[in-house]
C-alpha cells in the first residue's frame, strides 16, 4: 500500500470518529409534528426554569422567538413580562399555566409554545463544556391540549458558547415546526 493510500485511509477513518464524536453530543426525541400551514396566530408562553440556572428559561425563550420569526411564524405574540414576573411569584405551576393560556385565549393565539429548560450551564471542569437541555410542547390553545412535544440536550466543544450551544439545540428542537 502506498503512503498516499495509507494517508487517506487515516483520513476516512479520522472522519468516520469525527462525526460519530458530533453525533453523541445531541439527543432529541419528538412527537410527529402537526401541520401549521394554517396557524392564525402563534404564543410564546413562559418557558419554565428547572435549571439552576437564574432566567434560563427567559433566554430560552428569547431565542425561540427569534429563530420562530425567522422560520416565517407571523404574527407572533410573547406573554407580557410584568404577567409572566406576577404569576411566578404568586402561582402554582399548574395555575400559572392555566393563567398564560387564559392569556392566549384572550389574544386569540390558535397555538401557544411552551416548555422547560432542565439544564443550562457549563460542566465544572477543566474544559468547562457548555450543556443545555430543553423540552418545548405545542398546545392547541382552545382544548389545552399538547399536540406536538420535543425534547433534546446538547454538549458543546471546550470552547464553545452556552449562547451558540443553546441556539443550535433550540433550531434543531424547531425544525418540525413550520408555519
Same mark, same amino acid.
Given at each position: ?6 494517508r ?7 472522519s ?21 400551514? %394554517?396557524?392564525?396566530? =402563534?404564543?410564546?408562553? @413562559?418557558?419554565?426554569?428547572?435549571? !439552576?440556572?437564574? &432566567?434560563a428559561? +427567559?433566554? $430560552? ?23 409572566r %414576573?406576577?404569576?411566578? =411569584?404568586?402561582?402554582? @405551576?399548574?395555575?400559572?399555566?392555566? !393563567?398564560?393560556? &387564559?392569556?392566549? +385565549?384572550? $389574544? ?16 465544572v ?13 405545542l ?19 471546550s ?21
Open positions: 500500500m502506498t503512503q498516499k493510500n495509507i487517506a485511509r487515516h483520513v476516512g477513518v479520522l468516520a470518529v469525527f462525526c460519530v464524536a458530533l453525533a453523541g453530543c445531541s439527543t432529541t426525541s419528538t412527537s410527529n409534528a402537526p401541520n401549521l400551514s %394554517n396557524v392564525n396566530d =402563534l404564543a410564546i408562553l @413562559p418557558i419554565v426554569n428547572y435549571s !439552576e440556572t437564574p &432566567e428559561g +427567559r433566554r $430560552v425563550a428569547s431565542v425561540t422567538e427569534s429563530l420562530l420569526h425567522q422560520k416565517g411564524f407571523q404574527p407572533l405574540k410573547t406573554f407580557p413580562q410584568s404577567e %414576573n406576577t404569576l411566578l =411569584l404568586t402561582a402554582t @405551576p399548574d395555575k400559572a399555566m392555566t !393563567e398564560a393560556l &387564559e392569556w392566549a +385565549r384572550q $389574544v386569540g393565539a390558535q397555538y401557544a409554545l411552551t416548555g422547560s429548560v432542565h439544564e443550562w450551564r457549563y460542566k471542569g477543566i474544559d468547562g463544556e457548555p450543556v443545555v437541555g430543553i423540552t418545548f410542547n398546545v392547541d390553545v382552545p382544548s389545552g391540549a399538547v399536540v406536538w412535544s420535543n425534547t433534546g440536550s446538547r454538549r458543546g466543544w470552547r464553545s458558547s452556552l449562547s451558540g450551544t443553546s441556539q443550535q439545540l433550540i433550531a434543531e428542537l424547531l425544525e418540525p415546526l413550520s408555519p
